[in-house]
């Protein structure tokens, strides 16, 4: 923590818990917050998807009884090392509560589950604007990894 009594207490110690229905007006205003538009009802549609599919998982972060932060996971087979490979699909944390320690707990959350569900490896994509981003993760020792081509096959 820091000693200069203006700054930010340090959110490291955030409780985190799988999110549930009662998390889609949170939910919402994170994903909109990270370049993702989505409303409560949406929302709520998608934690119901996460909550029924034992390859998902969806985790909030609260702070002073606050939601600050997700992280959403995605586990899924990979041919080339026939392994699983576990994918951090969103990773966001609200504005004021960035460059407190909160993100780096949610990555070692999302490594600890990677690692319990037998995953040899964990990745995540950021977009290319995204400098702050990568600079978080290359100090959270994530690498540059390959490029990831696009093709999109509808409104997604």
Known sequence: MSSDPAAPADLADADL?????????????????????CDVADAARRIDTILHNDRQALLVARCGGVVCGLVALDFMYYLPLDTTTCRITALVVTADAQRRGL?????????????????????????????????????????????????????A
Do not use: N, W
Not at 107 to 131: F, K, P, V, Y
């Open 103 to 155: 993100g780096r707990q949610l990555l070692r959350e999302a490594e600890r589950r990677a690692r319990a569900a037998g995953a040899a490896r964990i990745e995540l994509t950021s977009g290319s604007q995204r400098e702050d981003a990568h600079a978080f993760y290359r100090a959270c020792g994530y690498s540059d990894g390959t490029v990831r081509f696009i093709k999109r096959l509808g409104d």
């Open 17 to 37: 818990r799988c999110a549930s229905a009662m998390d889609a007006d949170d939910v919402a205003v994170l994903l909109s917050d990270l370049g993702y538009p």
